[in-house]
C-alpha cells in the first residue's frame, strides 16, 4: 500500500535564523498538520538546525535539509522544491513575518489557479508593522522595474508568501538560475512565459526586526540580476555566460539530474564502433537508468538516421568521418547551446575543441596519448601536424578542462608530456555480466577481437602464428572485427598460406562475440597502444587469457602470469609472441592457472563501479564548473568552501574502481 502524500509542502529557508526560527516552526506545525514543513538550512553556522529540532519535539512530518554552504534565498527555496512530495508547493520567509495561519488561507485560495502569491500593495492588505521608509521606497522602486522590463502585471513580486501547483514548477525548475531576492521575479517570469494563471491576493504581513538585508548594496546586486534576467530572456542569451563573468550576481543552477551531451566521432552503431564507443555507451545507458539525461552527438555513416534513441541515449548524427568535427560544433550553436549542463568530450586522436564553442562545464575522456601512432602510422607532414595538435595545441586549449582516462599508463603518460595542468581521473572499464566462462574450442584456437587498424599490428599476429602452427599442429586464429586494414589481412594470410587455419569473422554481434571469447584457448593483440584494452578484460570474463606485447593500457589490463602474458615489445616480436602463445596452447596446467587468474581479475571491474565514478566527477565538474548544486540519488554535491589553509577542498578520488 503507498504511503499518502501530504496535502501540502512549505518550504522554509533559513540562514542563520536561531533567535527565530523556533516559534515559527512551532506555528507551521500547528496549522499544517496535515502536510510536511521542509526546513532548508541555508549554510547555517549557529544553532537553527537545534532550535528547529527543538522546535519539532517529534511532532508533524518535518524534513531537515541541511546545505553546508550558503546558496541563497533561491537556491535554498529550490532545494525543497527539489525534495517536495506534495501537489502543491508553496515557501515563506522564516522570520515569520507571514503567519501560518495566513499561509493556509493562501493555499486553500489557490483553487483552479497554478498559483497564488500575497501582496503588501493591494487595497485589502494589513500591514499590521510596516518597513522603514527606505525599504518600501527601494520596493517600489524595484516594482518599478520589474513591470518596464518583464511586463509582469504584479504589485508585490518579493512578498515571502507564495504557493504553486507541483506540476507548474517542475518543468521549469531547472530553467531557475537566480539565487539572491530576484529568484521570485525568475521564477514568475518562466511560470508567467509557461502560460501558468498566477493570481495575486492581499496578505497580513509584518514587518520582523533583526533582517540582516543591507538595502542599498542589495538593491544594486537585484538590479544586476534583473539586468541579467533580462538579457538571459533575450536574443542576446548566448552573452550571459561571460557576463556571469564580469558582473557578481552568483547565479546558481539546481539540478536533480544532470543533462548531459557526449560529443564523440562515432556511436556504437558505427560500422567502425571500439572501445571508445564501447566504454561511453555502457556507462551512458547506466546514467539513463539513474535518471540522467544523455544525449550523444556523432557522425553520420551510410544507411544511419539522423536521430535515433539507443538504450534511452538520445542520438544525433552531422556530417561524416571527414567533417564531423566541423558539423559537431555547428550542430551544438544551432541545437543544443541551451539544452545541457555537461559536456563529455572524447578525444580519440583529436578531441572536439568544445572550449572554443561552449562554455557548459565539462570533461575531456582520452583513452590513450596518439602521438606514438601518429608518428608510425602517419606520414609526415601529416603525422607531425597530427602530434603537435595533440601535444601543443590541446594542452593549451584544454587547459581549464578536467579529464579522465580510463587506465593509470595512459595517466602516466599525459602527466610525462604535460598534456593537461588539471586532476586527470582514471574510470577503468567494467564487464558485461552476461560475458562468463564456456566450453572451448575443440582445436587449440586463438582470438583477436577488434577493429582492424594498421597500429593494431594484426600482421605481427598473424606472422606469429604462422611461427606457431610447427609446434601447435590443428591451431585455428580467428579475426574479429573490420577496418580500412582487413584487405590488407587478407592478402597477408594468401601470402603466409593461411587460408585454412586463419578465419575472419568480419563484425559480430554480442551473442556471437560471446561465443567467440568463450571459445578461445588465448586472446592475443599485438597493438602498438591501447588506453585500456577492453576485450583483454571481456576475454578474461569468459576464462580466456590473454597476450599482449608490453605496451600502455595492455601493459595494465593483463596481470604478467596470472591472467596473460606480457611479450617485451622489442627485439624479436615475432618470435617472442610465438612463444607466449605457445607456452598456453602446450602447457595445460600453465593455461588452466591463467583461466583460473583471468576469470578472477575480470570479476574486479565493474560497468556499475564505472557510472558511479563518472558521474561523481560529472557532479563535481558542474558544481565547481558551472556555479552548480545536484543532487544525485539523495546526496547533495555543493561547491567545497575553503579550508583552513586557504586552498580548496579535496577532489573526488583520482582512481576509482
Not at 534511452?312 to 568521418?321: E, P
Not at 558485461?432 to 587498424?453: E, F, V
Not at 561465443?515 to 602498438?528: H, N, R
Request: hydrophobic letters at 45%; glycine letters at 6%; aromatic letters at 8%.
Amino acid at each position: 500500500m503507498s504511503e499518502a502524500l501530504p496535502r501540502y509542502s512549505i518550504i522554509i529557508p533559513a540562514h542563520n535564523e536561531q533567535d527565530r526560527i523556533g516559534p515559527v516552526v512551532s506555528d507551521y506545525l500547528g496549522s499544517f498538520q496535515d502536510s510536511e514543513l521542509i526546513v532548508v538550512l541555508n549554510g547555517c553556522t549557529d544553532a537553527t538546525q537545534e532550535r528547529v529540532r527543538a522546535a519539532c519535539d517529534g511532532r508533524g512530518d518535518v524534513r531537515l535539509i541541511a546545505l553546508p554552504l550558503a546558496v541563497g534565498k533561491g537556491g535554498a527555496v529550490r532545494a525543497g522544491m527539489m525534495v517536495a512530495r506534495a501537489p502543491i508547493v508553496g515557501f515563506v520567509d522564516a522570520d515569520g513575518s507571514t503567519s501560518a495561519t495566513e499561509m493556509r488561507r493562501l493555499c486553500e485560495a489557490l483553487g483552479d489557479a497554478d498559483g497564488v502569491i500575497g501582496s503588501r500593495w493591494l487595497e485589502a492588505s494589513v500591514v499590521r508593522v510596516p518597513q522603514t521608509r527606505l525599504r518600501r521606497f527601494a520596493s517600489r522602486t524595484f516594482n518599478a522595474l520589474v513591470r518596464v522590463m518583464f511586463g509582469l502585471p504584479f504589485s508585490d513580486t518579493q512578498c515571502g508568501a507564495k504557493v504553486f501547483r507541483a506540476d507548474a514548477l517542475r518543468p521549469i525548475l531547472h530553467r531557475l538560475e537566480t539565487a539572491n531576492f530576484a529568484f521570485d521575479v525568475d521564477l514568475l517570469l518562466l511560470l508567467s512565459q509557461s502560460r501558468r494563471r498566477i493570481v495575486e491576493m492581499p496578505t497580513v504581513w509584518e514587518d520582523r526586526t533583526g533582517s540582516s538585508l543591507r538595502v542599498v548594496p542589495s538593491s544594486m546586486l537585484m538590479l544586476a540580476a534583473l539586468v541579467r534576467l533580462r538579457l538571459r530572456h533575450s536574443p542576446f542569451h548566448p552573452f550571459v555566460p561571460w557576463l556571469d563573468r564580469v558582473v557578481p550576481t552568483k547565479p546558481l543552477r539546481m539540478r536533480d539530474h544532470l543533462r548531459i551531451l557526449i560529443l564523440n566521432w562515432r556511436d556504437i552503431r558505427h560500422p567502425q564502433a571500439g572501445g571508445a564507443e564501447l566504454y561511453l555507451h555502457e556507462i551512458a545507458r547506466r546514467l539513463v537508468a539513474r535518471g540522467q539525461t544523455v544525449a550523444w552527438l556523432t557522425s553520420g555513416f551510410p544507411g544511419a538516421p539522423r536521430h535515433e534513441v539507443i538504450d534511452g541515449v538520445s542520438i544525433t548524427r552531422t556530417g561524416n568521418a571527414l567533417t564531423v568535427y566541423l558539423a559537431v560544433p555547428l550542430e551544438y550553436l544551432r541545437s543544443c547551446i541551451d539544452r545541457f549542463d555537461l559536456i563529455i568530450d572524447s578525444e580519440n586522436g583529436i578531441p572536439f575543441f568544445s572550449p572554443m564553442f561552449s562554455l557548459k562545464a565539462k570533461l575531456c575522456v582520452m583513452y590513450h596519448v596518439h602521438r606514438e601512432v601518429f608518428l608510425t602510422q602517419l606520414r609526415p607532414p601529416l603525422s607531425w601536424l597530427m602530434a603537435w595538435i595533440e601535444t601543443r595545441v590541446m594542452p593549451f586549449v584544454y587547459r581549464h578542462v578536467t579529464f579522465v582516462t580510463i587506465s593509470e599508463n595512459t595517466r602516466d603518460e599525459m602527466q610525462r608530456l604535460r598534456l593537461t595542468r588539471r586532476p586527470i581521473f582514471v574510470v577503468p572499464s567494467g564487464v558485461d555480466h552476461l560475458l562468463q566462462p564456456g566450453t572451448k574450442a575443440a582445436q587449440p584456437t586463438i582470438l583477436y577481437l577488434g577493429r582492424l587498424k594498421p597500429y593494431k599490428r594484426i600482421d605481427l599476429l598473424m606472422r606469429a602464428f604462422a611461427r606457431l602452427r610447427a609446434q601447435v599442429p590443428g591451431a585455428q586464429l580467428r579475426i574479429a572485427g573490420r577496418g580500412e586494414d582487413a584487405a590488407r589481412l587478407r592478402a597477408l594470410a594468401d601470402e603466409l598460406e593461411l587460408s585454412g587455419s586463419v578465419t575472419f569473422e568480419g563484425f559480430v554481434d554480442e551473442d556471437h562475440k560471446r561465443e567467440l571469447l568463450q571459445q578461445a584457448w588465448v586472446f592475443a593483440t599485438a597493438s602498438l597502444v591501447e588506453g585500456w584494452g577492453i576485450s583483454v578484460i571481456e576475454a578474461n570474463a569468459c576464462g580466456t587469457p590473454a597476450v599482449a606485447f608490453d605496451v600502455p593500457g595492455l601493459r595494465e589490463a593483463i596481470v604478467d602470469g596470472v591472467s596473460g602474458i606480457i611479450v617485451p615489445d622489442h627485439g624479436t616480436l615475432v618470435e617472442d609472441l610465438a612463444d607466449a602463445l605457445a607456452a598456453i596452447l602446450t602447457d595445460t596446467k600453465r593455461r588452466e592457472a591463467l583461466t583460473c587468474g583471468a576469470v578472477e581479475r575480470a570479476a574486479t571491474f565493474s560497468w556499475d563501479a564505472a557510472t558511479d565514478a563518472l558521474l561523481a566527477i560529472m557532479s563535481h565538474q558542474f558544481v565547481e564548473g558551472d556555479s552548480g548544486v545536484v543532487l544525485n540519488e539523495g546526496v547533495w554535491h555543493l561547491p567545497q568552501p575553503p579550508a583552513d589553509d586557504g586552498t580548496q577542498a579535496s577532489e573526488p578520488s583520482r582512481t576509482i574502481r
